[in-house]
């Protein structure tokens, strides 16, 4: 053989080898290559890699109004431009609401376990298979999450879904005022500070079963002695001021809602799981998924589940079919490895938000915060300080009667003492927000802190 | 050069070819290779992939009872076995719900432009960037549907959203029985035959403001004279009976809510764009997407806008953003094109499917149905005549006065018409069900009719 034809049999040799493992490649691709799902998904990646700044996202649904058809960025408040990369320097920090953006970055870190794909023929029907308007996997998750965190004793309990607890709220009280005679409404009590919606949604529609009869205090020592019944809402940990309430009124008249938005690691210890009659959660205050209005109630109960279950089913007939699917997803993302790791990334950002928040405020006596107890918790082993949702803020001096108008001023939105049932010497700061809302919050708070010591200081050198 | 070297060279060059040609192949598989939406996507087409005979299908979170992992088929009614394959013969055909599964073959048939991707981070945040709880971009879209169909004016309108029309129902009582005094509650009413739902809903919470009081016909002619508010539904087609309903109270004291569910060229003409203070529609009867409990009203008043507003906000706090993502992802598919092909498709069927009921009927001396004019279709050019999305059936013997047990002893279920308000003679036949449900039925009826046939020819032969 020549060296010539040798070296033409190598390079066609080494060419078959390069075709032979390219068309494998091919034909590997092709066999996973997505046919129906496939246009939703690159529709999706491409609204994902639209950069922000770190300051805002752009989303699916976004207003359109660049010319390549993709949607704008949406910008954390104080951002503004075309990429969120303007801060504007004047601006008021809103931490008003408690809208729980903290967690965002882990739904971004998880994106390849926590995306959904909803096929344009999902569950179309009104009812599952079963006749229900609740995804039995769903419930088998919530059930698991609970023996998870230990929380909530779920076990003989009964569980329906609601548009967040916002629902919720109202189903219970409807169902257990069912059987209030009209001569005597039902009198819906919660402990101030108490959450605004339970005043707020119990006067809506001015029903003649039940009323809103203000703080409990008021009524304690009173319910043995009446044929009155009571729905005591019980907020443990409390909206806002982080206390885990028990409940005040006691007796046979006495029934009582626990509202456990914020009964989570994030927040607080957990010292055991809660084994109540009506209990309340929300995915809000968990996973953050605020918009996706998913709560649940376990109830005890059988009666009293049927009548909740029979308000949800007038009142709206159940929550939206992909909603569910989508919970799903993220509770089972919350509960995949060793179970720990959202809670690990809920309760570290919320940890070292109050480390901060505490150092700045310490050095004032302007303002005060609540002071919570550690607690040993069953879920981390640890004894644990509280890293509440919330900051309830009080303004010590005399005059900062209108506390709210104090902050306003420093370019701070809270929501003022009056809301919550309290004098307005409080207020409440959310502290659950996006990170560049709690950067700003604790700048302007430093701020604020800083130039009442300045004068302080001032008027004692003197 | 030698033949043997002419020959390796040749063998070479096309082996380079097909080289560079399968690498150019790779390089483009791997540049549009999907990152984190590929997780969910090749999950959602496996389940898409599970076949269930054409008489079921598998959902992304049904029951997993399988060993490999995969959701087990949910099979029609009548259908059962793992793949859906076996007929159960003496099932009863469930027509009571107007399920609108009939709808189900048209996203399956558009897969690609309806699946949705919901990334683990969409839209978390309680609010849209503009401080709402509605969607600008599926608002707009709402718009742009209702000038295609034109049965609808939209223009200087508001538009909210709900859980289905359903919560919108009881938004609308609210909002218009605010000014009520509590010494003279606002009378609903609506025209026998109705919707059962605004009874049971107007009554659930014994409201001070508003009280449920029956059929229409009773308060024609007294309103004018009184000061009693009346919010009169009207339904349009009416849901059972199909007749395209006016408002029948007049006068400055009464206020009229228009539920127009079915008020799409699938189920009737559309003679002109309709133009009233509020009109409510939903997703369900649309689309047929009646598990994502989306629908919206159109509201003339800003001050009932507002308070309808209000009572979202307080009840549910808005729709949830991954229904809404969804719903925009279906009405665009609604509209792209010529923006027609998903009502010729419904519209085939149910024009199908009411030419072989009215054939089977027409032979039958014993059932009667609602008989409804033809009219001028603005949407289609056309006459058309009425395909509504219930049959309103009638037992015309004189001893079948309980309708809804003649037919169930034939094994059909149907809703009896003690439920919208009038004599049990009635009952409402859902004719929107899937094909099976809608094929079996027109079986049992078929049977129904020649069995009562063959018994009245076997009389009179006597």
């Known amino acids: 053989m020549s060296s010539v034809d040798l070296k033409w049999k190598v390079l066609f040799s080494v060419s078959v080898i390069v075709n032979f493992t390219c068309i494998v ?9 997505l046919s129906w799902t496939r246009e939703a998904a690159i529709e999706a990646e491409n609204v994902a890699s639209i950069s922000c700044s770190g300051h805002g996202r752009a989303y699916l649904d976004g207003l359109v109004l660049r010319e390549d058809g993709t949607p704008i960025c949406e910008c954390n408040a104080c951002f503004t431009g075309p990429d969120c990369s303007l801060f504007k320097p004047n601006c008021a920090v809103d931490v008003d609401s408690g809208n729980p953006m903290f967690l965002e970055p882990f739904w971004k870190q998880n994106a390849g376990s926590s995306g959904v794909m909803v096929a344009g023929w999902h569950r179309m029907g009104y009812e599952f298979e079963d006749g229900t308007l609740i995804s039995k996997q769903l419930k088998n998750v919530i059930h698991k999450l609970h023996d998870t965190v ?21 189903a219970a009280v409807y169902a257990l005022s069912h059987h209030t005679p009209y001569s005597s409404p039902t009198k819906v009590v919660a402990s101030a500070p108490y959450y605004p919606v339970y005043k707020s949604q119990t006067e809506l529609l001015d029903s003649k079963k039940y009323k809103f009869s203000g703080d409990t205090s008021s009524w304690k020592n009173k319910t043995r002695s009446r044929t009155t019944n009571f729905i005591e809402f019980v907020t443990c940990p409390n909206n806002p001021d982080g206390h885990l309430n028990k409940a005040v009124l006691q007796g046979k008249f006495a029934r009582h809602v626990y509202d456990l938005a914020y009964y989570w690691p994030h927040y607080t210890a957990i010292p055991s799981p809660m084994d109540e009659d009506v209990m309340l959660f929300t995915l809000s ?43 799903l997803k993220l509770l089972n993302v919350v509960l995949q490895g060793d179970r720990r790791e959202m809670f690990r990334f809920a309760h570290t950002i919320m940890k070292t938000r109050w480390e901060k928040l ?105």
Chains 1, 2 share one sequence.
């Open 25 to 33: 490649l091919v034909i590997i691709q092709s066999r996973t290559r």
């Open 358 to 462: 505490a150092e700045i405020l310490s050095t004032s006596k302007r303002f005060s915060i609540e002071q919570l107890p550690s607690q040993h918790c069953a879920f981390s082993k640890q004894v644990r300080p509280p890293s509440p949702a919330f900051a309830w803020l009080k303004c010590e001096a005399e005059e900062d009667e209108e506390c709210h108008n104090v902050l306003r001023k420093a370019d701070i939105i809270g929501r003022k003492g009056a809301a919550f049932g309290v004098e307005n010497r409080y207020v409440r700061l959310s502290v659950v927000n996006s990170r560049d809302d709690f950067d700003l919050l604790l700048q302007r708070l430093q701020d604020l802190v800083s130039k009442h010591r300045s004068i302080v200081d001032g008027v004692m050198s003197l």
């Open 285 to 327: 205050k968990l996973t953050g998924h605020a918009g996706s209005r998913f709560g649940w109630a376990i109830v005890k109960d059988k009666d009293v589940y049927d009548r909740m279950v029979e308000y949800i089913d007038l009142n709206t007939y159940g929550v939206p079919r992909e909603t569910q699917l989508r919970a």
């Open 150 to 170: 230990g929380n909530a004793n779920t076990s003989n309990k009964y569980i329906l879904f609601g548009a967040g607890s916002t629902q919720l709220l109202n």
